[in-house]
């Protein structure tokens, strides 16, 4: 075997190497996103989505709505995957995805069970992301995030208090294992970011050209 | 009476007059959103999210699926709020949305019911929106806007043959009462246009300004 054969093999064996590394990244990694009656529906669908296209197995957890379908703040009727305890005896999951919406913010930040999944997940070390009404009102509900750089719809940083700082005029903020974003119209970015975080840049930019973006 | 009082008076008529036909514009317009299993799911509900926002009176209408619920392509759970044959005695409407999706696309693109709606819809002058594969595929299949410039998800263009004059470059195309784009990444320009055709630029620039785009 000369010199030729031999370095070719060394890059095939790095290729396949770094094609199946590629792929782990992606396989295995795991999304919980929640719904409830009065979620923001595009927050909740864009994150679904994205994640789906990034490699993630993503669960609709369904917190609160009729017959297995949360209402949400649009009218649109969007079915969960299972119920919240089904999903809570799923995990845990590498993110866990909390969508807006005043109701289904509201509804969330009153729910024990979700309190206390955020505030596991996110004392774990998992990574905990949230847009638009639901930083504001559920991560402080669950007492997620504290001391840490946030955002969330423009007119809601008064929620947040002296207990986190709130960062105007970026769609999307990451600081440690939390990520915030700010509204509907940043929704693809926050979920290109979660994707970015869990499988890295690579995945998440092609995931980006595909939806032409 | 003076003078001041009476062009107070016409001031205030006009005022009125002005107010009232604001309202109209946006009162009482419809539209018809469908969806079938394989429905790209942010194309579908960013189209009825943000047509909801504008002030339309949307109404979702299930082509294909089980127990009134669509499994969209990324397999998003979506309900309808009626059936295909509902929403059709319900019209007609001042828009009918179709989302892209390529499963959903080709079971419309099969559906001699809605190749039949969209023909009338076109044929009479009203407004036919579609986006990503849909355009390509169901479109052409009933035979709606030949002749026009049109735009779809890139890698199916050829799907318009010479019948159509396909735009490569512009993320919403309108040609007459036809409105077509290109994908999930456009579908916020492309539901914010038709809704700018319906009831004007001003609303429509409110209701992107209210979601941070």
Redesign the interface.
């Known amino acids: 075997m000369n010199f030729l054969h031999i370095r070719s093999l060394i890059l095939c064996y790095l290729l396949v190497l770094s094609v199946s590394s590629g792929n782990k990244m992606a396989e295995g990694k795991t999304a919980l996103v929640l719904i409830a009656d009065g979620s923001e529906?595009?927050e909740a669908?864009?994150s679904?989505?994205v994640l789906?296209?990034a490699g993630l197995h993503?669960t609709?957890g369904l917190v609160s709505g009729t017959a297995g379908?949360a209402t949400c703040g649009?009218?649109?009727?969007?079915?969960g995957?299972v119920s919240f305890a089904e999903a809570e005896s799923l995990g845990p999951y590498d993110v866990v995805v909390v969508p807006g919406g005043m109701g289904g913010s509201n509804i969330m930040a009153a729910d024990s069970g979700v309190k206390k999944l955020l505030s596991e997940q996110y004392a774990s070390g998992r990574k905990v992301a949230a847009i638009c009404a639901a930083p504001a009102l559920v991560l402080t509900a669950a007492g997620v995030g504290e001391g840490k750089r946030v955002t969330c719809?423009?007119s809601m940083e008064s929620h947040f208090g002296d207990k986190y700082t709130y960062v105007a005029g970026e769609k999307v903020v990451v600081d440690g294992n939390l990520i915030t974003s700010?509204?509907?119209?940043?929704a693809?970015d926050f979920a290109l970011k979660v994707a970015e975080e869990i499988v890295g840049a690579e995945k998440s930019k092609a995931v980006?050209k595909a939806?032409?973006?």
Chains 1, 2 share one sequence.
Request: proline fraction near 7%; aromatic fraction near 6%; avoid cysteine.
């Open positions: 529906e595009m669908v864009i679904i989505d789906r296209r993503v609709v379908i649009k009218g649109v009727k969007l079915a995957d719809y423009p700010q509204g509907p119209g940043t693809f980006a939806m032409l973006l």
